[in-house]
């Protein structure tokens, strides 16, 4: 199955910041779409959020201090200047959770409205929350090195640490669609290195491959039986889309020379193709489809938009498969100074 874009439907979904847009995200079942607005000269980065569909304004996302019966037990925190990193709960919560801080050292993570979470000395950040439950996986340095912990939200007990290799840093986690495992990347000098967690409960991380160069932003395919992720493996200077099973064995390369997604690569709802930006400056990095079938051929989208950065895809409540992606504007504009977000309906062909 190929996925085209209706380009008559190709709309911005954000207004025109003196910022670049980035980092577009859906909720799961696609009620919300987020992005971030990074402006470069203050060095601030905001986050917000909009009902997909919806004229109304997009909600400033802002530090909250209060807290809830979801944070009973963890201090809370305020007063920060970058805000960014969202990660929406399962739809039946309706939540989500995002980092904030005001230097690189200070990052919290917040549940929107209801304060920090855990927080602590040292940073906290990088967080995925569950789709299977009230847990969050996030990234601290409260014991002096970047070590991953599970929190659930409404207990009162610390944090479980989940890992502590002393040679390295453990960021972006990656869950498994029934909230079982968990992926992770595994930063060193040397490079980085996918691990996953087998069992939460008795968690043990084993290595995932032995390649050298670096291996990161792993992401599950919906059914859970395949991971993908980027590697620069044949050149220290270009990341390639790569699909493994979730359980172990050999890589597959799916297309060279790609745009890195902040979240990993974004499988479409059946799980049947992945799309992603090709690193091509010549034809403005296109939106391009690659069906995990060895048989199947890649395509390219024809978004209608050109510099285009981060993808996300979503199937809303409409049936329809959409697409977010962040673009500095139209093959017809005039003006192209700072990216904004577009979303479209993807059509199966």
Not at 88 to 113: I, K, M, Q, T
Not at 178 to 190: C, E, I, M, N, P
Not at 294 to 315: E, L, Q, S, Y
Request: charged letters at 20%.
């Amino acid at each position: 199955m190929f996925f085209v874009a209706l380009a008559l439907a190709i709309e911005p979904a954000s207004p025109d910041y003196p910022g670049h847009c980035q980092s577009p995200r859906w909720s799961a079942d696609g009620r919300w779409l987020s992005w971030e607005v990074n402006y470069l000269e203050r060095q601030a980065v905001e986050l917000y959020v909009a009902a997909a569909g919806s004229v109304s304004p997009p909600r400033k996302v802002s530090v909250s201090s209060g807290s809830s019966s979801l944070t009973a037990g963890f201090s809370t925190n305020a007063g920060r200047s970058v805000t960014h990193e969202i990660s929406f709960s399962a739809p039946a919560l309706n939540r989500f959770v995002y980092s904030a801080s005001g230097s690189a050292e200070d990052y919290d993570v917040y549940l929107d409205g209801a304060g920090a979470l855990a927080a602590a000395p040292g940073a906290d950040g990088s967080a995925a929350w569950s789709p299977a439950g009230p847990q969050i996986a996030f990234t601290s340095a409260r014991t002096g090195q970047g070590d991953l912990y599970l929190l659930t939200l409404g207990a009162t007990t610390p944090p479980l640490k989940l890992s502590g290799d002393p040679t390295a840093s453990e960021l972006y986690p990656s869950w498994s669609p029934d909230g079982k495992q968990l992926a992770f990347v595994g930063h060193t000098r040397r490079g980085d290195s996918l691990y996953l967690i087998d069992n939460l409960e008795f968690p043990a991380p084993r290595a995932l491959l032995t390649w050298s160069g670096s291996q990161t932003r792993p992401t599950f395919s919906p059914d859970g039986k395949t991971l993908a992720f980027y590697a620069n493996r044949e050149q220290e200077d270009r990341f390639d889309l790569y699909v493994m099973p979730a359980a172990g064995g050999t890589p597959r390369a799916l297309a060279t020379g790609v745009v890195l997604n902040p979240r990993g690569p974004s499988f479409t709802p059946d799980g049947a193709a992945i799309v992603y930006v090709r690193a091509d400056d010549a034809t403005f990095n296109p939106v391009w489809i690659v069906p995990l079938d060895p048989a199947g051929k890649a395509r390219m989208i024809p978004t209608g938009t050109v510099g285009n950065t981060d993808v996300d895809v979503v199937r809303r409540g409409d049936g329809k498969t959409w697409l977010a992606v962040a673009a500095l504007g139209r093959t017809g504009d005039a003006v192209r100074d700072f990216r904004r977000v577009y979303t479209m309906p993807l059509e199966s062909r």
